[in-house]
């Protein structure tokens, strides 16, 4: 992908910006709104999601746009911080489908390695393309039926299935490929 597409709100607006002029600055985050959305949509595990990071993108770059060294490096800082907003909100997805324990608690090593194993997937997720994304979001992570998220997203269930299949292997792989010898390196997904 080609961060540096020419279409982005132009230098000389960047600087003024930078600078503190007020409808420079509106004018910069009307200008990127359209390039952050695209970003959103596709690094986002939900549309909601990167409705949320898009927006949160446009506020930070109102509040910080000061804070950018190079006037042209627009583009691929606004990508960044869509790119962790989206990877911070699967982050919390995946902790809050943690079931809580009434048990003992947790060393702090394992914490510290069950929030490796939740970035991890968060960023095979994200890494996913967006189709197969929906898909295993919707049906893995959020729990609806396969015949629901058939509907949803408008396909056979076929599709829905064959979607889901290539999601969860390349999940699979993204996870198996760094450490392949770790202990429990590999992740079961719920089949039906």
């Known amino acids: 992908m080609n961060v540096a597409d020419?279409?982005?709100p132009g230098e000389q607006l960047v600087i003024a910006a930078q600078r503190g002029d007020v409808a420079s600055i509106a004018a910069l985050v009307s200008g990127s709104h359209p390039h952050?959305?695209?970003?959103?949509?596709?690094?986002?595990a939900?549309?909601?999601?990167?409705?949320d990071a898009a927006q949160e993108a446009l506020?930070?770059?109102?509040?910080?746009?000061?804070?950018?060294?190079?006037?042209?490096?627009?583009a691929s800082w606004m990508f960044r911080i869509v790119r962790n907003e989206c990877l911070r909100r699967a982050r919390a997805m995946v902790r809050?489908?943690?079931p809580l324990s009434d048990t003992a608690v947790d060393s702090a090593e394992d914490e510290a390695l069950r929030r490796l194993d939740a970035e991890r997937v968060a960023a095979a997720v994200a890494a996913l393309p967006?189709?197969?994304r929906r898909v295993l979001v919707m049906r893995d992570i959020q729990g609806h039926s396969g015949r629901t998220?058939?509907?949803a997203l408008g396909l056979s269930s076929a599709a829905m299935k064959s979607r889901l299949h290539r999601a969860r292997a390349a999940v699979q792989?993204?996870?198996r490929a760094p450490s392949e010898s770790a202990p429990g390196g590999t992740h079961a997904w719920n089949e039906d």
């Open 130 to 132: 967006p189709d197969q």
């Open 6 to 8: 020419s279409a982005w």
């Open 46 to 51: 939900t549309p909601e999601d990167a409705e």
């Open 59 to 74: 506020i930070i770059l109102y509040r910080k746009i000061g804070m950018l060294r190079a006037s042209g490096a627009l």
């Open 173 to 175: 792989h993204a996870l």
């Open 149 to 151: 998220v058939a509907d």
């Open 36 to 44: 952050v959305r695209r970003f959103a949509h596709s690094l986002c």
């Open 96 to 98: 809050d489908q943690s």
